[in-house]
T-cell receptor
Framework: GQQLNQSPQSMFIQEGEDVSMNCTSS?????WLWYKQEPGEGPVLLIA?????ELTSNGRLTAQFGITRKDSFLNISASIPSDVGIYFC?????????????FGKGTLLTVNP | EAQVTQNPRYLITVTGKKLTVTCSQN?????MSWYRQDPGLGLRQIYY???????DKGDVPEGYKVSRKEKRNFPLILESPSPNQTSLYFC????????????FGSGTRLTVV
């Protein structure tokens, strides 16, 4: 099946620093999504990208849908302690009979105040 | 409040004892799905349902059953649980055809001893 390679696996940064993480795929997706998961909770959608080349922001978060449709990145600017969590990329091929999301393995972000 | 509700949140059971994890959504979503989350493997789809009485296998369906008798409910059934089904389970729902409303429940942590 499709696989997503997400990197880095973990990051330990100082408050105020910028963060960048990315995902690459062996095959194309029609939609890229970025989720954040906090302890004891399910993933929460941060940003959805629907078009190749699309660059979208949500507050301090910026994500891009790669032009080849096989990659995406997420940037977090001026990190704060509440940014701590696991960030997942997910791709959706769409169409057909399954709207399955294929997930990366996650990036664990720790922010040191 | 729009949400996906899973019960129970935590469950410890013994090998072979049938159990059901319930999932209910109040958003009138057609599409519902179950995922399991394991360390180092990310989230993987178990089963999905496009609408009432329409279900199909995801990537890791072995040992699980589902049913969709009503639009709002999508229970996950483990007829004879085994220790390798110890995992964190998430139910998700969305409107068919769009990932934007893809909403996850808070998770069920299952331990099979």
């Amino acid at each position: 099946g499709q696989q997503l390679n997400q990197s880095p696996q973990s990051m330990f940064i100082q408050e105020g620093e910028d963060v960048s993480m990315n995902c690459t795929s062996s095959s194309i997706f029609n939609t890229w999504l970025w989720y954040k998961q906090e302890p004891g909770e399910g993933p929460v959608l941060l940003i959805a990208l629907y078009k190749a080349g699309e660059l979208t922001s949500n507050g301090r978060l910026t994500a891009q849908f790669g032009i080849t449709r096989k990659d995406s990145f997420l940037n977090i600017s001026a990190s704060i302690p509440s940014d701590v969590g696991i960030y997942f990329c997910a791709g959706q091929l769409g169409g057909g009979s399954n709207y399955k999301l294929t997930f990366g393995k996650g990036t664990l972000l720790t922010v040191n105040p | 409040e729009a949400q996906v509700t899973q019960n129970p949140r935590y469950l410890i059971t013994v090998t072979g004892k049938k159990l059901t994890v319930t999932c209910s959504q109040n958003m009138n979503h057609e599409y519902m799905s179950w995922y399991r989350q394991d360390p180092g493997l990310g989230l993987r789809q178990i089963y999905y349902s496009m609408n009432v009485e329409v279900t199909d296998k995801g990537d890791v369906p072995e040992g699980y059953k589902v049913s969709r008798k009503e639009k709002r409910n999508f229970p996950l059934i483990l007829e004879s649980p085994s220790p390798n089904q110890t995992s964190l389970y998430f139910c998700a729902s969305s409107f068919a055809g769009t990932p934007y409303g893809y909403t996850f429940g808070s998770g069920t942590r299952l331990t099979v001893v």
